[in-house]
């Protein structure tokens, strides 16, 4: 995915010229102060087909239009890449079968996650059958990409990530189900170590083709929702024996490499903050306030060692006037020496106006300016 560099003049403290993204990003990770903090938020499909009707021109990307941070992401399939079919349609949801094994019903005009109703892997037999299926062959990657918009991305600044895909969350949701991953991180810790370090196994030869044939990229991130409200899926004791070293392996990885490691994990998260800490994540996001995540607190204690992306309540969306009044109170404390991305603590939904939205970005630039 490809979003566009905000259009923003001033400059910052020390008579700063307007920087490129890249050069923000590379700023803040430093902890330093760029001149504002960039802004990268995310709609969902149909807030955009909202925004649409309310001005958006059909042929103009979203974050083009709005003035965010020009981001660049490379992405590879290390899926068992089963057949994707659609077996039902309607004019308000579909039923496809994924790459990953996985019965979903989708909405065609409403956010929100997929409904899950079936999975191919569902034991250890399933599991090595599909295993068989992962191999990291370069037909993998998306090569037309790269060639077509790398040289375009790194010109114009971009922040490049290599988006990963493998550990806890994205187990249980896409492949294999919630509660057979749960009970199985308990009664056959092997099986589920094996599923998350093959994953994991499968990123790191995709993209160190894709890092070989000289497309390098910036950062490496993942989602891996850990929480929930107000607690986790699982112990610190279990997620330091099963999650935490392959969390630790690809964070090694791409700090051999001099990439920054950021980490997307929803719900409340603080009890392996610390650990998130030790095994040297950079950055994490999204800071889920209505689940419990209070982002000042995070910025007072670890602020010298992590940077943070996102922390505004994204139900205060509601009411743009509220979610200003809360910017106003958070973005000054969260920007102090750099270190912070101005996001939602989840993503936009299609509640939000064209105009509420363009409200939003004008007082993300406002606040997060450094001048």
Not at 1 to 16: L, S, Y
């Given at each position: 995915?490809?979003?566009?560099?905000?259009?923003?003049?001033?400059?910052?403290?020390?008579?700063?010229k307007?920087?490129?993204t890249?050069?923000?990003?590379?700023?803040?990770?430093?902890?330093?102060?760029?001149?504002?903090?960039?802004?990268?938020?995310?709609?969902?499909?149909?807030?955009?087909?909202?925004?649409?009707?309310?001005?958006?021109?059909?042929?103009?990307?979203?974050?083009?239009?709005?003035g965010?941070?020009?981001?660049?992401?490379?992405?590879?399939?290390?899926?068992?890449?089963?057949?994707?079919?659609?077996?039902?349609?309607?004019?308000?949801?579909?039923?496809?079968?994924?790459?990953?094994?996985?019965?979903?019903?989708?909405?065609?005009?409403?956010?929100?996650?997929?409904e899950?109703?079936?999975?191919?892997?569902?034991?250890?037999?399933?599991?090595?059958?599909?295993?068989?299926?992962?191999?990291?062959?370069?037909?993998?990657?998306?090569?037309?990409?790269?060639?077509?918009?790398y040289?375009?991305?790194?010109?114009?600044?971009?922040?490049?990530?290599?988006?990963?895909?493998f550990?806890?969350?994205?187990?249980?949701?896409?492949?294999?189900?919630t509660?057979?991953?749960?009970?199985?991180?308990?009664?056959?810790?092997?099986?589920?170590?094996?599923?998350?370090?093959?994953?994991?196994?499968?990123?790191?030869?995709?993209?160190?083709?894709?890092?070989?044939?000289?497309?390098?990229?910036?950062?490496?991130?993942?989602?891996?929702?850990?929480?929930y409200?107000?607690?986790?899926?699982?112990?610190?004791?279990?997620y330091?024996?099963?999650?935490?070293?392959?969390?630790?392996?690809?964070?090694?990885?791409?700090?051999?490499?001099?990439?920054?490691?950021?980490?997307?994990?929803?719900?409340?998260?603080?009890?392996?903050?610390?650990?998130?800490?030790?095994?040297g994540?950079?950055?994490l996001?999204?800071?889920?306030?209505?689940?419990?995540?209070?982002?000042?607190a995070?910025?007072?204690?670890?602020?010298?060692?992590?940077?943070?992306?996102?922390?505004?309540?994204?139900?205060l969306?509601?009411?743009?006037?509220?979610?200003?009044a809360?910017?106003?109170?958070?973005?000054?404390?969260?920007?102090?020496?750099?270190?912070?991305?101005?996001?939602?603590?989840h993503?936009?939904?299609?509640?939000?106006?064209?105009?509420?939205?363009?409200?939003?970005?004008?007082?993300?630039?406002?606040?997060?300016?450094?001048?």
């Open positions: 995915m490809q979003t566009a560099v905000g259009r923003f003049g001033k400059a910052g403290n020390h008579d700063m307007e920087m490129t890249a050069e923000r990003m590379q700023r803040l990770y430093a902890h330093k102060e760029p001149d504002r903090a960039p802004i990268i938020d995310s709609p969902w499909d149909s807030t955009v087909e909202r925004w649409q009707q309310q001005g958006l021109p059909d042929n103009v990307d979203y974050a083009d239009f709005l965010m941070d020009l981001t660049a992401s490379i992405r590879a399939d290390n899926s068992p890449r089963y057949p994707v079919r659609v077996l039902e349609e309607t004019d308000e949801f579909r039923v496809i079968t994924s790459q990953w094994g996985s019965t979903q019903k989708l909405w065609s005009h409403a956010g929100g996650v997929p899950f109703i079936d999975f191919i892997i569902k034991d250890r037999d399933s599991w090595n059958e599909a295993k068989q299926r992962m191999t990291p062959t370069p037909d993998r990657i998306d090569w037309d990409n790269l060639k077509h918009n040289r375009s991305w790194r010109k114009n600044g971009a922040w490049i990530t290599a988006s990963f895909w550990g806890f969350d994205v187990t249980h949701s896409w492949m294999v189900g509660e057979r991953v749960l009970m199985a991180m308990i009664t056959d810790p092997e099986w589920v170590s094996d599923m998350f370090n093959h994953m994991l196994e499968m990123d790191l030869a995709l993209f160190q083709q894709v890092w070989d044939e000289g497309y390098e990229f910036d950062e490496i991130h993942w989602p891996d929702d850990m929480g409200k107000l607690s986790q899926f699982f112990s610190v004791n279990m330091r024996d099963l999650v935490k070293p392959v969390h630790k392996k690809a964070a090694d990885w791409a700090h051999e490499k001099g990439v920054k490691v950021k980490l997307h994990s929803c719900g409340d998260i603080r009890p392996f903050v610390p650990d998130l800490v030790d095994l994540i950079d950055m996001n999204p800071l889920e306030v209505k689940a419990g995540v209070d982002p000042i995070l910025k007072r204690e670890y602020g010298d060692r992590l940077a943070f992306h996102g922390g505004l309540n994204a139900v969306y509601d009411d743009i006037d509220v979610m200003i809360e910017m106003e109170r958070v973005v000054p404390l969260m920007k102090e020496n750099g270190g912070y991305i101005i996001g939602s603590d993503s936009v939904p299609d509640s939000v106006s064209l105009s509420d939205f363009q409200r939003f970005m004008e007082a993300a630039k406002r606040l997060g300016s450094y001048e």
